[in-house]
């Protein structure tokens, strides 16, 4: 069973903090990962997408991945209210001969003014 | 952008009916996907098609189908809904298989069965 594991949360963050979201997978063989965003009542959302070890780039968010830990992350610098949602980790891995993305549960972040 | 597109946003149903979601893209993506999204369960996949005409079971197709018959539309089917399928039901495409490519998600699909 390829998992994909995140802390459900909540976090809290105060604005202008960083926050930081963190996933496990268990799927050596995954070489590219993705971060959604979800509002609540909405469709995730793509945020991030990373394949190599280190850190990308993009704005205010920053995305980690370190494939010998099977580890993978997202920050985000001077958080807002509005970056309070749910971050989905996904990891895509190759499920009986077909590529499919594998969730995580999310981790739902509160930014508090 | 990726425009992936749901035929309702909320859907109430009686027990017994018989339910079509439609989903519609318009980028020329190979690949569509039905998930549903509980709380506490992630989300999950029902059915997902690689082309016109193909379909292949996610990890609950139980109690669902599925119809591909043009590229840009994949229609999910509750033969007969049942209560324990009230659930948010997201569509998702994405282009050509490659471990390099994202999902793209519709609107949602709010399904209140009673």
């Known amino acids: 069973q390829k998992e994909v594991e995140q802390n459900s949360g909540p976090l809290s963050v105060p604005e202008g903090a960083i926050a930081s979201l963190n996933c496990t997978y268990s799927?050596?063989?995954?070489?590219?990962f993705f971060w959604y965003r979800q509002y609540s009542g909405k469709s995730p959302e793509l945020i991030m997408s990373?394949?190599?070890?280190g850190d990308k780039e993009d704005g205010r968010f920053t995305a980690q991945l370190n494939k010998a830990s099977q580890y993978v992350s997202l920050l985000i610098r001077d958080s807002q209210p509005s970056d309070s949602a749910t971050y989905l980790c996904?990891?895509?891995?190759?499920?009986?001969?077909?590529?499919?993305?594998?969730f995580g549960q999310g981790t739902r972040l509160t930014i508090n003014p | 952008d990726v425009k992936v597109t749901q035929s309702s946003r909320y859907l109430v149903k009686r027990t017994g009916e018989k339910v079509f979601l439609e989903c519609v893209q318009d980028?020329?993506?190979?690949?569509m996907f039905w998930y549903r999204q509980d709380p506490g369960l992630g989300l999950r996949l029902i059915y997902f098609?690689?082309?016109?005409?193909?379909?292949e079971k996610g990890d609950i197709p139980e109690g669902y189908s599925v119809s591909r018959e043009k590229k840009e539309r994949f229609s999910l089917i509750l033969e007969s809904a049942s209560t324990n399928q009230t659930s948010m039901y997201l569509c998702?495409?994405?282009?050509?298989?490659?471990?390099?490519?994202?999902?793209?998600f519709g609107p949602g699909t709010r399904l209140t069965v009673l």
């Open positions: 998702a495409s994405s282009p050509i298989p490659g471990t390099r490519r994202a999902q793209f």
């Open positions: 980028m020329d993506h190979e690949n």
């Open positions: 799927d050596r063989g995954s070489q590219s």
């Open positions: 990373i394949y190599s070890n």
């Open positions: 996904a990891v895509a891995s190759i499920i009986q001969g077909a590529q499919k993305l594998v």
């Open positions: 098609s690689y082309d016109v005409k193909m379909k």
